[in-house]
């Protein structure tokens, strides 16, 4: 499975941005989960958002609740993650993932085989 971030760029705070993530490849019609991580100069990988696309059932962090959306496209095997009121702690690269994770693992990075290279967001003051 191949996953392709696109959408990053700079924004100012209180800002939006759309990110995309098309998967392609084997199995891409199984529908696993697909998700975001993210991660800031200097600072751990974390997680941001997960959808588990059999049961559309969607997890977000604690700092993301409220402002970030995840949704899918299922005919284009893409998921996207809407994000508004951005704020500078949100500056990070954002990360494209998925594997087979469940609503006791989606929050861990090594439950994810599946990574794609990277999108950059920068919300400036």
């Known amino acids: 499975v191949q996953l392709a971030e696109s959408g990053g760029g700079l924004v100012q705070a209180g800002g939006s941005l759309r990110l995309s993530c098309e998967a392609s490849g084997r199995a891409t019609n199984l529908r696993y989960p697909m998700g975001w991580f993210r991660q800031a100069p200097g600072k751990a990988r974390e997680f941001v958002a997960v959808?588990?696309?059999?049961?559309?059932?969607?997890y977000y962090s604690d700092s993301v609740k409220g402002r970030f959306t995840i949704s899918e496209n299922s005919a284009e095997n893409a998921v996207f993650l809407q994000m508004n009121n951005l704020q500078p702690e949100d500056t990070a690269e954002y990360f494209c993932?998925?594997?087979?994770?469940?609503?006791?693992?989606?929050?861990?990075?090594?439950?994810?085989?599946?990574w794609g290279r990277g999108t950059q967001v920068t919300v400036s003051t």
């Open positions: 993932v998925a594997d087979w994770v469940n609503s006791e693992n989606y929050y861990r990075g090594q439950s994810y085989q599946y």
């Open positions: 959808l588990l696309r059999k049961t559309q059932i969607a």
